[in-house]
């Protein structure tokens, strides 16, 4: 018995060893080969300045777009129940299964000039394969399933009396969800917020067959990677350095940011009712 | 007073509520959990829509099914109490009074003695102080009913007696009509002056305490509302018992400890009748003459002075137990449970704690006590 219990211990040590030497040795082998001078001297390059431009700027704008369009529908989904309700919530999450290749062939069947909608935006004079605003969907498409399901479960998970609760003292539907949904479920959205940046920031499948890898325009940091690689390995590592050191940054900012409390209000106007 | 009118029908999972009920002063709605009972709260407040029926305060109506009248929850001048207090954890206190209305925060606050507490967050409050955060918040929106769900079972057995007797007392001052769900007889006939039994949807029964015990309707009513609850004095303890002056003079004894006005507790099956005087100094003895027999089932329940027994069917035959006669109640002193009263505030003679109803005999129960009025 001693010797069985004993030998699982070491078994298990064993394993999670190889796990995490596993995971970490890849990043470890980046930094190791990078002296640090070389990470900054990569930001002179104007390649890589370009391509973090437009990493940033088109995930910061597909982030929004994910805020504002996948929270309401998260808390619709979460908030009523009707017939055909999980049948939307698989197709919610269906793009994270889906090859990030196919994902980009489905944007260019959707939106591409060929496309379902390619004549209708055509007509408005809006071509949108191989722009930046391609980027920004690509990234969209990708990243958002990843919000709106933890989104769904932070919602669900406050619990319906204080909903309740908020309209029986008079605040209306607007106000409840403001001041008690919103407010309760901020954990949850947080951690499914950088869940998306995180897979936004890293997006290269759809991104590099929808909108294509043009310098300062749709070349993103990971695409500008594989690009160096071909050309130079040192070169490519020291730019993967600097996209893992930079998403680190961002993804802590937004984690503190998205979670942060309001540090207790002594004054009522704080709270005080709108109406 | 205003009153709350409600008639309506909900389908619930696995069977309909049904009830018609006058709120005038305060209501006790009792049953076993699942019969329904928080749901008439969720309808009256317009958290749950029913299929037919009518809700109104006076002449404000909030629901009216036929004439496709449903106010929401907040354009009803409702004050919910939840069972767990649903109190927001992300506010502080105060913030959590001022949600219902700012005008009056400072004043309730004060009048619930929770000022000290206006800058912590409910999970640092014990289960008392919860609840008079709940109930202040409630009251901040200026409800013209109070809905109190379950409003003791979330406390414990320790905390509860006091909080019970603190909510009597606030109850009598609010003056708002009042509807309390519970699933404890006692907590009920503590806290309002009519009572109604609910089971499986359907109102049983609803009238006076003193009415449940002495003539239920049917043996469910007779085995759920069981408690005697007669008014009295502890006087002091004697051999390690609470000796309490009853109001009718007889002194009788009890386990628990207590003080003041009490209530003694006295489930009708813990009472014996006899028709002579047994000579045994365990027993509590009140004598008295037989007011009122009523046969439910097999069984017999017999109203002697201001206390109700349950006897069998063969032994009411024996001792040949008829109106008008005397007999002798006795009953343990362990059987016998003491709860606290509100001694001041609580006129006595009068509908408004209930005990009073039961400490006299049947027929002498003021009829125009029952406000609630079954339709």
């Known amino acids: ?275 | 007073m205003a009153t709350l009118s409600a008639d309506f029908e909900l389908r619930l999972r696995s069977f309909d509520l049904r009830l018609a009920l006058e709120v005038e002063r305060t209501v006790a709605l009792v049953g076993p959990s699942g019969a329904g009972k928080s749901s008439v709260l969720r309808v009256i407040a317009g958290l749950a829509r029913p299929e037919a029926g009518r809700v109104a305060l006076d002449d404000e109506v909030w629901l009216d099914v036929g004439d496709s009248v449903f106010r929401t929850p907040d354009e009803r001048r409702v004050g919910l109490v939840f069972q767990e207090y649903a109190l927001f954890p992300h506010m502080s206190v105060r913030a959590n009074v001022a949600y219902g209305g700012k005008e009056r925060v400072d004043e309730l606050l004060e009048r619930f003695r929770i000022s000290h507490l206006a800058d912590a967050r409910p999970p640092e409050l014990s289960g008392g102080e919860r609840q008079r955060v709940a109930l202040a918040r409630a009251l901040a929106r200026n409800p013209g009913v109070l809905l109190l769900d379950e409003p003791l079972s979330a406390l414990d057995t320790h905390t509860k007696h006091g909080v019970r007797l603190e909510l009597q007392e606030l109850l009598q001052a609010f003056d708002l009509p009042t509807l309390v769900v519970t699933h404890d007889y006692e907590d009920a006939v503590a806290l309002a002056d009519t009572v109604g039994v609910i089971v499986h949807g359907a109102l049983r029964q609803l009238g006076t305490p003193g009415e449940l015990v002495s003539q239920p309707n049917d043996p469910f009513v007779a085995s759920f509302t069981g408690a005697n609850l007669l008014r009295g004095h502890a006087l002091g303890v004697d051999n390690g018992l609470t000796k309490v002056r009853l109001e009718n003079g007889e002194v009788v004894y009890s386990i628990d400890p207590g003080e003041g006005e009490v209530g003694v507790v006295v489930y009708p099956w813990d009472v014996s009748v006899g028709r002579i005087h047994a000579d045994d100094s365990a027993m509590n003895l009140v004598r008295g003459e037989i007011a009122s027999v009523v046969h439910i089932g097999n069984r017999v329940r017999v109203r002697i002075g201001p206390l109700t027994a349950e006897v069998t069917e063969a032994s009411s035959a024996r001792l040949e137990l008829e109106r008008g006669g005397s007999a002798i109640a006795s009953f343990k002193a362990t059987g016998t449970r003491l709860v606290p009263l509100s001694g001041a505030g609580v006129p006595t003679g009068s509908a408004a704690a209930g005990a009073d109803l039961l400490a006299q005999p049947a027929p002498l129960e003021p009829e125009p006590a029952a406000r609630a009025r079954r339709r």
Request: aromatic share 8%; no cysteine.
């Open chain 1, 1 to 275: 018995m001693g010797v069985r219990r004993g030998l699982l211990a070491v078994l298990v040590v064993a394993a999670s060893t190889v796990a995490l030497a596993f995971l970490v040795l890849p990043m470890a082998a980046i930094f190791l080969r990078v002296p640090p001078g070389d990470l900054l001297h990569e930001l002179t390059n104007p390649v890589v300045k370009d391509a973090l431009v437009v990493s940033l700027k088109t995930t910061a704008i597909a982030q929004v777009l994910i805020l504002l369009f996948g929270t309401p529908l998260a808390y619709l989904l979460a908030s009523r129940r009707f017939r055909g309700r999980s049948v939307l919530v698989t197709i919610v999450e269906l793009p994270l299964v889906l090859p990030p290749a196919v994902a980009g062939l489905g944007l260019l069947a959707a939106f591409g000039r060929v496309g379902l909608l390619g004549s209708t935006l055509d007509t408005f004079g809006i071509s949108l394969p191989f722009t930046q605003t391609a980027v920004t969907l690509a990234v969209a498409f990708v990243a958002s399933p990843l919000y709106i399901r933890q989104a769904i479960a932070a919602f669900e998970a406050v619990d319906p009396d204080l909903v309740a609760a908020s309209r029986t003292l008079g605040a209306g539907p607007v106000r409840t969800f403001f001041r008690v949904n919103l407010p309760l479920a901020r954990g949850g959205l947080a951690a499914g917020e950088a869940l998306a940046f995180a897979r936004g920031l890293g997006e290269f499948g759809a991104t590099i067959m929808f909108a294509g890898s043009f310098q300062g325009v749709t070349q993103t940091l990971p695409l500008a990677i594989y690009e160096q690689f071909a050309i130079d390995f040192d070169s490519a590592l020291a730019m993967g350095a600097l996209l893992v050191v930079v998403s680190a940054a961002l993804l802590l900012s937004i984690k503190l940011l998205l979670s942060w409390q309001p540090s207790r209000q002594t004054s009522s106007s704080a709270y005080a009712p709108s109406t």
